[in-house]
Nanobody, 120 residues
Framework: QVQLVESGGGLVQAGGSLRLSCAAS????????MGWYRQAPGKQRELVANIPSGGSTNYADSVKGRFTVSRDNAKNTVYLQMSRLEPEDTAVYYCNAHIMRNERITNVYWGQGTQVTVSS
C-alpha cells in the first residue's frame, strides 16, 4: 500500500511564501512523475507544477516565476515552494505521484489535500 502525506499549507498574506511537502511511503519500486494540483471552490482541479524523475519541470502559466517544484528522490518527497502568493492562489493543493509497484505496473496516487489561503 502506498500513501502520500502532505504538509505545509496554511494562511498567508498576499506577497508571502509557503512551502508544501509531500512524502510517499509504502511499497515503492520507483517514482516517475511527481507534482502538485490545486482546486479552488467552484473550479476544476488544475495542474500547478510537476517534475519527472529526470528531465525538465512543467508549470502552469499562472505560477511561472513564482512557484518552484523540486524533489528529493532519496526521501520519495516532492516540494512546492510558493512565493509572491496572490489571493487567486487560494485552493486545496493536492500532491500527485506516478508510482511503480514493479517494473511493469505504475499507479497514480493522490495526497489528501492541504488548504492554502492567501488573504489580500
Amino acid at each position: 500500500q502506498v500513501q502520500l502525506v502532505e504538509s505545509g499549507g496554511g494562511l498567508v498574506q498576499a506577497g508571502g511564501s509557503l512551502r508544501l511537502s509531500c512524502a510517499a511511503s509504502g511499497s515503492i519500486f520507483g517514482i516517475n512523475l511527481m507534482g502538485w494540483y490545486r482546486q479552488a471552490p467552484g473550479k476544476q482541479r488544475e495542474l500547478v507544477a510537476n517534475i519527472p524523475s529526470g528531465g525538465s519541470t512543467n508549470y502552469a502559466d499562472s505560477v511561472k516565476g513564482r512557484f518552484t517544484v523540486s524533489r528529493d528522490n532519496a526521501k520519495n518527497t516532492v516540494y512546492l515552494q510558493m512565493s509572491r502568493l496572490e489571493p487567486e492562489d487560494t485552493a486545496v493543493y493536492y500532491c500527485n505521484a506516478h508510482i511503480m509497484r514493479n517494473e511493469r505496473i505504475t499507479n497514480v496516487y493522490w495526497g489528501q489535500g492541504t488548504q492554502v489561503t492567501v488573504s489580500s
